[in-house]
T-cell receptor, first 114, second 115 residues
Framework: DTEVTQTPKHLVMGMTNKKSLKCEQH?????MYWYKQKAKKPPELMFVYSYEKLSINESVPSRFSPECPNSSLLNLHLHALQPEDSALYLC?????????????FGNGTRLTVT | AQSVTQLGSHVSVSEGALVLLRCNYSSSVPPYLFWYVQYPNQGLQLLLK??????LVKGINGFEAEFKKSETSFHLTKPSAHMSDAAEYFCAVSAVPNTGNQFYFGTGTSLTVIP
């Protein structure tokens, strides 16, 4: 069982839809992350929130919009996506944005854009 | 700058045989190193980590890794492979805090266990 919970597990959306991915952790971690993972590839960092403030945006297109309502929750709002955005979206958290604090991953949301 | 190289994108071993997955890193500062495992349709699970101290690190599921500074390596081993070890394995190095990014992942090694 993972301590980082992501919903939904699967999502199919059209290119004109608006949807949101949700992530929750109750480990007291103060850093939360969104990663995108294509098949047979390593995760690619999208966003980092540290103490509920956006600290890193890896030049992600504006059709992806992150939100951190509080220290336990992380959302990723999706709008006008492209088929190439289909991927596994992973949420992770860590105790801090320090260099010896491991990432704890959720099981991801499998997104298909039609 | 930090980077990770995993030699061998696919490794096959027989059940009961030694598992050796290779990871070399590049880091301008003392690194923090991690191994993660990913089973199909799941997220990444931490196997083990090296931060400071003992260079031989033991992790979950019988895996261990040894940090060798002279070889800039952090290879993952397990004495006897089980069928349940079949998965994707990622080595990662973390950056110092002031660079802003935290983790650099290797390209992954897919482990197949042959019965």
């Amino acid at each position: 069982d993972t301590e980082v919970t992501q919903t939904p597990k699967h999502l199919v959306m059209g290119m004109t839809n608006k949807k949101s991915l949700k992530c929750e952790q109750h480990m007291g971690h103060r850093a939360m992350y969104w990663y995108k993972q294509k098949a047979k590839k390593p995760p690619e960092l999208m966003f980092v929130y540290s103490y509920e403030k956006l600290s890193i945006n890896e030049s992600v297109p504006s059709r992806f919009s992150p939100e951190c309502p509080n220290s336990s929750l992380l959302n990723l709002h999706l709008h006008a996506l492209q088929p190439e955005d289909s991927a596994l979206y992973l949420c992770a958290s860590s105790y801090g944005q320090g260099n010896n604090s491991p990432l704890h991953f959720g099981n991801g949301t499998r997104l298909t854009v039609t | 700058a930090q980077s990770v190289t995993q030699l061998g994108s696919h490794v096959s071993v027989s059940e009961g045989a030694l598992v050796l997955l290779r990871c070399n890193y590049s880091s301008s500062v003392p690194p923090y190193l991690f191994w993660y495992v990913q089973y199909p349709n799941q997220g990444l699970q931490l196997l083990l980590k090296y931060t400071t101290g003992a260079t031989l690190v033991k992790g979950i599921n019988g895996f261990e890794a040894e940090f060798k500074k002279s070889e800039t390596s952090f290879h993952l081993t397990k004495p006897s492979a089980h069928m349940s070890d079949a998965a994707e394995y990622f080595c990662a190095v973390s950056a110092v805090p002031n660079t802003g990014n935290q983790f650099y992942f290797g390209t992954g090694t897919s482990l197949t266990v042959i019965p």
